[in-house]
């Protein structure tokens, strides 16, 4: 048997919003809403599904989702962050404000989505590519 990421859920104050800042910046399409949820596909079959959280939950824990883009895709967003006036730091600790990173020969930066998740783009896998493949 095989085993592959489907989807996950990313708990929102605005699902709509929070979908939209997200496909928006990476040039991607808002599917149907679904019952609580607005999915966004990703490639391979894999979707973010934001739904907002329930009513009870006073405040959204923060999650961390880090995403392998291209080059284009990457300056498009690092453009439209930009633009905007959005923080963005080149460290997760936030150390580094404004600036990305030159890891494993890529480039790579940490934002904050509109519900406060911690998002990071990088054009390089972590430990560099493997032998033969770029």
């Excluded at 929070?18 to 991607?28: D, Q």
């Excluded at 979707?47 to 300056?75: G, K, R, T």
């Excluded at 998740?117 to 493949?133: A, F, R, S």
């Amino acid at each position: 048997m095989t085993v592959q990421f489907n989807h996950t859920i990313v708990g929102c104050e605005d699902n709509r919003v929070s979908a939209e800042y997200f496909a928006e910046l990476l040039g991607l399409e808002v599917g149907k809403e679904w019952g609580p949820f607005i999915p966004v596909a990703l490639e391979h079959g894999v979707a973010l599904d934001f739904a907002n959280v329930p009513p009870h939950v006073e405040e959204i824990q923060p999650q961390h989702y880090a995403f392998l883009v291209s080059d284009e895709v990457f300056d498009r967003a690092l453009g439209k962050i930009r633009e905007r006036g959005q923080d963005y730091w080149a460290d997760p600790q936030q150390q580094v404000k404004n600036d990305y990173n030159t890891n494993d020969g890529g480039r790579g930066f940490y934002f904050l989505d509109p519900s406060g998740h911690y998002m990071e783009l990088i054009t390089v896998p972590y430990g560099g590519w493997p032998e033969n493949t770029a």
